[in-house]
């Protein structure tokens, strides 16, 4: 059974940046595509960005693109979100899923994490 754990989240001035890790244990990601999401208060879970198992496929929110680059590390255990010129509509919990197939398939996200917060102030 795989646990998956986000950290990195905090506190940051528009503009600024902060670097989310999304850690497996239990199994590593080797496989399986792996997904950030967001949730902001009052509005619905959105997908932030999607990797593919081997890396050589990935896809971004419009509203993030060019701001945010998802990363596999080799050791297959951790995917980073870089967050870049951040701005206050980024507030939100960030969420780490790993989808149940190799590619970034929607509905099939089997493993989640609990989250972590990110707030961007103006």
């Known amino acids: 059974q795989m646990q998956v754990a986000e950290s990195g989240g905090g506190s940051v001035q528009a503009g600024g940046s902060l670097r989310l890790s999304c850690t497996a244990s239990g199994q590593t990601f080797h496989g399986y595509a792996v997904g950030w999401f967001r949730q902001a208060p009052g509005k619905q879970r959105e997908e932030v960005s999607c990797i593919n198992y081997s890396g050589g496929f990935k896809r971004y929110l419009d509203s993030v693109k060019g701001r945010f680059t998802i990363s596999r590390e080799d050791a297959m255990i951790v995917v980073n979100l870089q967050m870049d010129n951040l701005e206050p509509e980024d507030t939100a919990e960030y969420y780490c899923?790993?989808?149940?197939?190799?590619?970034?398939?929607?509905?099939?996200?089997?493993?989640w994490g609990q989250g972590t917060r990110v707030t961007v102030s103006s």
């Open positions: 899923a790993v989808n149940e197939y190799d590619w970034c398939s929607d509905s099939t996200w089997r493993y």
